[in-house]
C-alpha cells in the first residue's frame, strides 16, 4: 500500500533561517506530488505541484521554492523565513493525472512556526 | 482562476441533529471532492462527484453534485462526535490534478 512521509512534524524557525520541509511517498510511481500551506482555521492553499522529476510550478509568488530531486521525493525551501510563513505544511501525492481527476493523499503535515 | 465557496464557515450542533455544508462555483465544474480533517489531523478523501445530479451515499453521510455542477452538498444525518472537524469540498482542474479547495466548514458536535 502507499504511504506518505512528512519531516518534521513540527518546527520552530527565527526570522531569517533557512527552511527545509521533506515529503517522500512509498508504493507508486510517477505520481503528482503537491505543497499546500494551511493557515490556522483557514483553508488549503497550493503552493508548488509537480508532475515528474525536475518539474516543478508555483502557484503563487512567494518566498519559498520547492524541488522534486527523486521520483518520491519532494522538498520545500526557503533562504529566508518570513513571520508570514508560518502555517501547517501539508504534501499530497495523486495517481498521475492526464484526463482522469483522482483523488490527493495527504501526509501528516509540518506545523512550522516562525519567531 | 478557479474558485469555490463554501458554507458555513462554522456549523455548532448538538449530538444527533443534522448538519449540512454547500459549495457554490460560479463556473461549470467538471468533478467535485470532498475530504475531511480532524482537529489536528490532515485531510482525508471522502468522495469524489463527476456526473450532473449524482447523489452518493456513505453510511450516515450523503453527497450531492448540482445538476448545473455549479454546486455541491455534503448532508450529515443524525451527527455523531465522531463527525467533528473541517470539510472541505475541493473542484478538480483541468491540467496536472490541481484541486481548489473551499475554505471549509469547521463542524463541533455538542454530546
Known amino acids: 500500500s502507499q504511504t506518505i512521509h512528512q519531516w518534521p512534524a513540527t518546527l520552530v524557525q527565527p526570522v531569517g533561517s533557512p527552511l527545509s520541509l521533506e515529503c517522500t511517498v512509498e508504493?507508486?510511481?510517477?505520481?503528482?506530488l503537491y505543497w499546500y500551506r494551511q493557515a490556522a482555521g483557514r483553508g488549503l492553499q497550493l503552493l508548488f505541484y509537480s508532475v515528474g522529476i525536475g518539474q516543478i510550478s508555483s502557484e503563487v509568488p512567494q518566498n519559498l521554492s520547492a524541488s522534486r530531486p527523486q521520483d518520491r521525493q519532494f522538498i520545500l525551501s526557503s533562504k529566508k523565513l518570513l513571520l508570514s510563513d508560518s502555517g501547517f505544511y501539508l504534501c499530497?501525492?495523486?495517481?498521475?493525472?492526464?484526463?482522469?481527476?483522482?483523488?490527493?493523499?495527504f501526509g501528516p503535515g509540518t506545523r512550522l512556526t516562525v519567531t | 482562476g478557479q474558485q469555490v465557496m463554501q458554507i458555513p464557515q462554522y456549523q455548532h450542533v448538538q449530538e444527533g441533529e443534522d448538519f449540512t455544508t454547500y459549495c457554490n462555483s460560479s463556473t461549470t465544474l467538471s468533478n467535485i471532492q470532498w475530504y475531511k480533517q480532524r482537529p489536528g489531523g490532515h485531510p482525508v478523501f471522502l468522495i469524489q462527484?463527476?456526473?450532473?445530479?449524482e447523489v452518493k451515499k456513505q453510511k450516515r453521510l450523503t453527497f450531492q453534485f448540482g445538476e448545473a455542477k455549479k454546486n455541491s452538498s455534503l448532508h450529515i444525518t443524525a451527527t455523531q462526535t465522531t463527525d467533528v472537524g473541517t470539510y472541505f469540498c475541493?473542484?478538480?482542474?483541468?491540467?496536472?490534478?490541481?484541486?481548489?479547495f473551499g475554505q471549509g466548514t469547521i463542524l463541533t458536535v455538542h454530546p
Open positions: 508504493g507508486t510511481s510517477n505520481p503528482n
Open positions: 475541493a473542484a478538480g482542474g483541468t491540467s496536472y490534478g490541481k484541486l481548489t
Open positions: 499530497a501525492w495523486s495517481e498521475l493525472q492526464t484526463h482522469t481527476i483522482y483523488e490527493q493523499y
Open positions: 462527484l463527476v456526473k450532473s445530479g
